[in-house]
């Protein structure tokens, strides 16, 4: 069972924009820890999209933005294109598990 | 640019071992910490634990203690993964990572390099 819950998918028109949430506690991202996003093609390995909370590394469009506050982060995908179906991971450090964890995954529809 | 090589698939016993290498290529080894993850079928991913071979000191998950290690060797720029103990629960892609910091371990950072990924099937 992860302690980082997300919505099991989320869909949307190509264009539109859509949001996905990470929430936590205060024993992970409600702590400051750092919150990570990854991007998973069917059949592929995790992706790093967002780093830090907020950054984005090299080769990765601007289309994709994280943000955090409290105990949630968020994902935000605009101007969604076809290519971004896959499923979304956010990942952060807990401290009463003393570990890395991931949250239970997002998958992204474009309809 | 680094990639991360992994080994073939693996077919085992329950009660028997596995031990998963990722080699990397084209860049340092050693200053980067590389952690395991695994994914069973249709479901999301799983810390297992991590390393950094310039220490040598291994951190394990707590689900996974005493029944995972974590290991390097500098010389071939290879780390494994050995998981004891196999029940049909631990049939999943088992993949490396490589933090995106080097010099230091920090459980804080991203995954930013990520191997193919390993089928390790447990059935009788």
């Known amino acids: 069972q992860s302690v980082l819950t997300q919505p099991p998918s989320v869909s949307g028109a190509p264009g539109q924009r859509v949001t996905i949430s990470c929430t936590g506690s205060s024993s992970n991202i409600g702590a400051g820890y750092d919150v990570h996003w990854y991007q998973q093609l069917p059949g592929t390995a995790p992706k790093l999209l967002i780093y830090g909370n907020s950054n984005r590394p090299s080769g990765v469009p601007d289309r994709f933005s994280g943000s955090k506050s409290g105990t949630s982060a968020s994902l935000a995908i605009t101007g969604l294109q076809a290519e971004d179906e896959a499923d979304y991971y956010c990942?952060?450090?807990?401290?009463?598990?003393?570990?890395?964890?991931f949250g239970t995954g997002t998958k992204v529809t474009v309809l | 640019q680094v990639q991360l090589v992994q080994s073939g698939a693996e077919v085992k016993k329950p009660g028997s071992s596995v031990k998963v290498s990722c080699k990397a290529s084209?860049?340092?080894?050693?200053?980067?910490?590389i952690s395991w993850v695994r994914q069973a079928p249709g479901q999301g991913l799983e810390w297992m634990g991590g390393i950094i071979p310039i220490f040598g000191t291994a951190n394990y998950a707590q689900k996974f203690q005493g029944r995972v290690t974590i290991t390097t060797d500098e010389s071939t720029s290879t780390a494994y993964m050995e998981l004891s103990s196999l029940r049909s629960e631990d049939t999943a892609v088992y993949y490396c990572a490589r933090d995106n910091s080097s010099g230091y371990y920090s459980l804080l950072d991203a995954f930013d390099i990520w191997g193919q990924g390993t089928m390790v099937t447990v059935s009788s």
């Open positions: 084209g860049g340092t080894f050693s200053s980067y910490a």
């Open positions: 990942q952060s450090y807990d401290s009463s598990l003393s570990g890395r964890v």
